[in-house]
């Protein structure tokens, strides 16, 4: 079974910028992003297919949030911009469908997760 780890998290103040990398132990299809702040579920933030020719994104992350994928090195990225404090949150990395699906319960394989606060 694949592993997924992910990193680039950490601390930045509002309207500042992080990329996360999620890095698999071998070929992936679907990769989606999710995260779950303090008291919420797990939601879905962005997702990319097997090619990174097509993402889809949460309308509260679209115009700042873009996921892109280096296949040759089974990375997937989220590069995020003008964070806001309401995206503090342990943002995860999965897999497991065969095209972008929204809902987290679909996903087999997770990273451990890593985390990122916005301050104001």
């Known amino acids: 079974q694949v592993q997924l780890v992910e990193s680039g998290g950490g601390l930045v103040q509002a309207g500042g910028s992080l990329r996360l990398s999620c890095a698999a132990s071998g070929r992936t299809f679907v990769m989606g992003w999710f995260r779950r702040a303090p008291g919420k579920e797990r939601e879905f933030v962005a997702g990319?297919?097997?090619?990174?020719?097509?993402?889809y994104y949460a309308d509260f992350v679209k115009g700042r949030f873009t996921t892109s994928r280096d296949i040759a090195k089974n990375t997937v990225y989220l590069q995020m911009n003008g964070l806001k404090p309401e995206d503090t949150a342990v943002y995860y990395c999965a897999t497991g469908p065969r095209q972008v699906l929204r809902d987290r319960r679909q996903y087999g394989t997770w990273g451990q997760g890593t985390q990122v606060t916005v301050s104001s």
């Open positions: 990319i297919n097997w090619s990174g020719g097509a993402t």
